[in-house]
Each structure stands twice: as C-alpha cells, then as structure tokens.
C-alpha cells in the first residue's frame, strides 16, 4: 500500500496533524497565542463590536420567548446532522470504495494512471458547501434559543454572531486551502504507485493482470474522508458550545 512519507509530529487539531501527515507543507509550531492570532483576524469595526457586546448591559429576554425547545429535541437534532453529514461524507460516490470494489478488476493500470483530480476537488467542495451551509443554520437556531433564555445568554448569543460574521471570511479562505493540500497528496500517491509498478527489466510483471491498480486511488480516497470528517469536528465545535449552552441555562 502506496504511502506519504513520514513527517514530524505536531500538534493541534486532527485536520492539522492530518493535512502535516499527509501533505509536504511544513507546519511550524505556533508562535502566538490564540489571543494574539485572533487579534489579527478581526477587523477594527469587529473589535469594537465585539467590546460593546461583552463590556455592554446584556438586552432584556422578550416575554413571550421563553417557549424553548427541550434539551432532548436539541441533542438529537444536533446529532442527527452530524451523523448525517458524516454518512454524506462515506457515502459520496467519488469518494466511497465500497462501490468501486465490485469493479476493480475491470479497472486497468492505464485507466487508473489518468485518474484526475478534478472530480475529488468537485466532490470535496461540495462537501464543504453542505457542511457550511447546515451547520451554519443549525448554529443560528441555537443562538435564537439561546437568547431567548437568560440576558447573560443573550449576550452569548450576540458574541457568537459577531464571531461568526468576523471569522468567517478568514475560516472559509482556511478551508478552501484544503483541497489544494489534498492535490499535491493524490500526486504523489499516483506517482509512487507508478514508480513502484514500472518493471525493472522492461518486462511486464507476471502478475499484471491480478494487481489491483486502484490500491492507491483508494488510499487516497480513504485519507481524503479522514480529512473531511477531521474538518467536520472544527466545523462542529461552535454548535456543541451552543448547546452546551443552553443544558445549563
């Protein structure tokens, strides 16, 4: 099995020790902290925003908007979008190798040598769209929940929402960076792949027609969910403080 060569071990989140792992960009340790990173990313009108909310009277909780939802529907609801988008993520028909098995042996070496990248790329964007795009409804229910509690939590919610619009042009330029990282991966994999099946002699090997020239594509297929489920969990992490949250509100 085709691999990426090992690198130096770094911390962080899964998606950075994965993309370290798996990539040949070099991740330095960081060199400030995540105050200080913050403070870069937002904007001078973002800042004061972000002061008046923390430093202001929390608004009053509207009367009749206490109605809210269990603790229980939150939960589910939460967890069902997740699994629910992880399933997206296994199941995607570029991506899976449970559907490719049954036809692997009609795939040839040629075939599999001018495999292109641009269907994996299409595929991951996608991903990330519907990623971004539901997890970031489901986050604005949970704020509207959230508000309608407590005025300390009303206050939570309206950082929140401050974060969000801040960081979000900076968080999606992050992550369109991804598949990017992933393309120097699937070439170096199909690369290797090809050095390592080239015969020495000139002679094709005799075993030819019983290899399995798709190993390698799906390695990478399987790298690239492993990546899309890390980035799945960073994705996640606002909406899981959210209903944290509210269990104790």
């Given amino acids: 099995m085709v691999q990426a060569p090992q690198r130096t071990a770094v911390s962080g989140p899964t998606l950075v020790r994965l993309l370290a792992r798996l990539t040949a960009a070099d991740v330095p340790a960081a060199s400030q902290s995540l105050s200080d990173q913050l403070s870069q990313w937002l904007g001078w009108t973002d800042a004061i925003a972000l ?3 923390l430093s202001g009277t929390p608004p009053a909780v509207a009367g009749g908007a206490r109605g809210a939802r269990g ?49 994996f790329r299409q595929s991951y964007l996608a991903l990330q769209q519907s990623m971004e795009t539901r997890i970031g409804a489901l986050r604005g229910r949970l704020r509207s929940l959230l508000a309608a509690k407590t005025p300390e939590m009303t206050r ?29 991966h699937f070439e170096r994999l199909r690369k290797a792949s090809q050095a390592a099946d080239a015969p020495a002699n000139g002679a094709a090997p005799a075993d030819s027609a019983a290899a399995s020239p798709g190993v390698w594509l799906d390695a990478f297929r399987k790298d690239m969910q492993s990546v899309l489920l890390a980035e799945l969990d960073i994705r996640f992490q606002p909406v899981e403080g959210l209903l944290a949250a509210l269990r104790i509100s």
């Avoid at 309206?158 to 992933?182: C, K, N, Q, T, Y």
């Fill in 156 to 184: 939570l919610a309206v950082v929140d929402a401050i974060m969000e619009r801040s960081l979000g042009a900076r968080e999606r330029s992050l992550f369109g960076s991804v598949p990017g990282l992933l393309g120097g």
């Fill in 51 to 53: 002061s008046t909310a």
């Fill in 71 to 119: 603790a229980g529907a939150l939960e589910q609801e939460c967890a069902g979008l997740r699994a629910a988008l992880a399933d997206a993520i296994a199941g995607d028909s570029v991506l899976s190798t449970r559907r490719r098995r049954g036809a692997a042996h009609a795939q040839t070496a040629p075939a599999q040598a001018e495999a292109s990248y641009a269907d």
